[in-house]
């Protein structure tokens, strides 16, 4: 039940609809991106921590403050890069990052809400600066297709753990999950 995560970005690309014109003007744009990263993590983070349950990780470590407001920085410019155009490397990184808030326990209810305040921030950024609005939605497109990644490696780390501690199949699972949801 897990994913390859190259063909789930292919996958992902051709159902948002995320083109060559819009890697094009994302690419474009870095330098813009590059410049308004830390305002945007900044916006983020300040976001986060109004929350007490997500504050309350942010600062369950020392330093991790720190380190988040640096990989939001790099994660939010390799929107613009593409990393190695949107393929392997790219998959990759974006499917660790969802491993990794799995690993924390960062829920979907967290996630969703949290890029919906990137999509807004940037794009009041972008009106602010008179960009362009299909760099707003290449932006938007991009930050869905980082969000759908997240989103799945949820699905895909907690079905893969009981199909193996259980030695289930995966269809016996499905009907498992169908009549629980009917019992509720
Ligand atoms: C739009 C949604 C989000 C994005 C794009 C994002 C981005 C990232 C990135 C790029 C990393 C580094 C992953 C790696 O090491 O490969 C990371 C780690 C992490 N994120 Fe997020 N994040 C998001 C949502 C959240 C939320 C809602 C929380 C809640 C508190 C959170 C807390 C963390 C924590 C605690 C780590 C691990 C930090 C460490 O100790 O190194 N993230 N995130």
């Known amino acids: 039940m897990t994913i390859e995560p190259t063909a789930f970005l292919a996958k992902m690309e051709k159902r948002i609809g ?9 690419k474009s744009s870095a330098d813009w991106g590059k410049a308004n ?11 986060l921590e109004r929350d007490e349950e997500m504050s309350a990780i942010l600062n369950a470590q020392e330093g991790r403050m720190h ?44 996630v ?11 794009g009041k950024q972008l009106r602010t600066d008179d960009k362009a609005e299909s760099l707003q939605e290449a932006l ?6 980082d969000l759908a990644f ?3 490696a949820y699905v895909e ?3 893969s753990a009981v199909l193996r501690e259980t030695g289930w199949s995966e269809a016996l699972f499905k009907r498992l999950i169908a009549t629980g949801v009917s019992s509720m």
């Not at 995320?18 to 994302?26: Q, R």
């Not at 990263?37 to 976001?47: E, G, L, N, P, R």
């Not at 969703?112 to 940037?122: L, S, W």
């Not at 938007?140 to 297709?145: A, D, P, S």
Request: hydrophobic share 50%; proline share 2%; net charge negative.
């Open 18 to 26: 995320f083109t060559v014109d819009d890697k094009a003007i994302l």
């Open 37 to 47: 990263a830390s305002v945007m993590a900044d916006h983020f983070y300040a976001y």
């Open 67 to 110: 380190r988040l407001h640096e990989t939001f920085i790099q994660w939010f410019h390799e929107m613009f890069t593409g990393v190695d155009d949107w393929s392997e490397k790219y998959a990759k990184i974006r499917w660790h990052i969802g491993l990794v808030h799995v690993k924390i326990g960062i829920a979907p209810q967290h």
């Open 112 to 122: 969703v809400p949290a890029m919906a305040v990137v999509v807004n921030e940037v």
């Open 140 to 145: 938007g497109k991009i930050c869905m297709i």
């Open 150 to 152: 997240i989103e799945q």
């Open 157 to 159: 780390v907690s079905s």
